[in-house]
């Protein structure tokens, strides 16, 4: 955790799910992302519609015995942050996937994730009542964290204005065949596969409610028609922490000001 003002800033990690829709509506493109509409009492966000994420937990201390693909310090490379900080951040992204949607992104050495075993339900509970670690899990299956199945997506940091913030990387990932997501969390009152563009259209219609990083992801996500070219095409983005700003124009719209200078509304289009 860091501290910059008065307000601490903690450590998160936050994952855009994705998958092929097996039969598309005529004319839309295949590629779904994985949606959670979170309890309203939740400290934050609460009511939005969210990507599965949360904050980085004292325990996800990445074990190198236990990891499979890039290592901390070639995500420390892309994102420009130290190797503890990336290993972190890939750590907990992996735990809180599992977590809040049951996709685990581990498995045997040397194999795919495929689908879960008998015991991945008792293990899912076991983190959400912090009763035992990703790493120790790790250790008890045999099995290795798969890092290679995550892709770097963006960085955004909280900006001072809230009064909680985050430091959260965000990523990318497939759902691994033979695996499913589910809603079986606390933290959500439901959750489920959207179209990018259909999201977009019940946040226009005031049907969602959404924060600047989902909003600008899912925007993003509509240049991509299946996970392969979602994939393929956040290679190589711009992973410059993103301090956002914000301003009302004279109608009383909120914007969303990036680094570049750009302005994206942040209010739903539909009166």
């Known amino acids: 955790m860091s501290v ?6 903690r450590a998160a990690a936050t994952v855009l799910l994705l998958r092929d829709d097996p039969a598309p509506p005529p004319g839309v493109a295949a590629l779904q992302v994985f949606l959670q509409r979170r309890v309203k009492q939740m400290a934050f966000a609460g009511g939005m519609t969210v990507f599965p994420g949360g904050s980085v937990d004292p325990t996800d201390v990445p074990d190198p015995e236990r990891w499979a693909g890039p290592a901390p310090e070639e995500w420390a490379a892309r994102f420009g942050v130290t190797p503890e900080v990336a290993g ?8 809180e996937v599992f977590e809040e949607c049951g996709v685990l992104l581990a498995g045997a050495p040397g194999g795919e994730p495929g689908s879960l075993t008998a015991q991945a339900p008792l293990w899912r509970k076991q983190l959400t009542e912090h009763t035992v670690s990703l790493a120790e ?18 960085h955004w940091i909280t900006p001072p204005v809230e009064p909680r913030r985050y430091d959260t990387h965000f990523f990318v990932a497939a759902l691994p065949a033979g695996q499913e997501a589910d809603a079986h969390t606390s933290e959500a009152v439901e959750a489920g596969w959207w179209h990018p563009s259909a999201a977009l259209a019940a946040f226009d219609a005031g049907e969602l409610t959404l924060m600047p990083p989902t909003l600008l992801s899912l925007r993003d996500l509509t240049a991509f028609s299946t996970t392969a070219e979602a994939l393929a095409g956040a290679v190589g983005r711009d992973l410059t922490a993103v301090h956002p700003q914000f301003r009302k124009d004279d109608a009383g719209v909120r914007h969303v000001i990036l680094p570049d200078g750009s302005e994206h509304p942040f209010a739903p289009a539909a009166p």
């Open 137 to 154: 899990i790790l250790v008890r299956s045999g099995y290795v964290l798969r890092s290679d199945l995550l892709t770097a997506w963006a």
């Open 88 to 95: 972190q951040a890939v750590s907990a992204a992996v735990r």
């Open 4 to 9: 910059d003002g008065d307000t601490p800033i």
